[in-house]
């Protein structure tokens, strides 16, 4: 998948399903747990995605190869930030221009 193609709506349709990680040594897969948004303006869009996984042993942050059912493979930088229960958290975050048309007139 083209980092271009990357969207908040692209991803909020997939929230509650799963990524599996191919590069971690280990099996690993992460639940989409979901999306928050930045500070944006007119012309630029910022969000963050919020996965869990199970396993005592969190990744470090770095970039990981994702395959999902129906967005297929993409690399994503993965920061784990934290424990929830039994689960290790991690966030990836966007920032990125508008398109254009979606570019407000002042």
Known sequence: MSEAAFSPELFEAHIGSMFRVTDAGSPLTLVLDRLEFGPSSPRQVQYALFFRAKGDAPLSQRTYHLDHQTLGEMDLFLVPV?????????????????????????
């Not at 290790?88 to 048309?101: D, M």
């Open 82 to 106: 934290g424990r929830v229960e039994s689960q290790t958290e991690y966030q990836a975050c966007f920032s990125h221009l508008a398109a254009p048309s979606e570019f407000q007139k002042s």
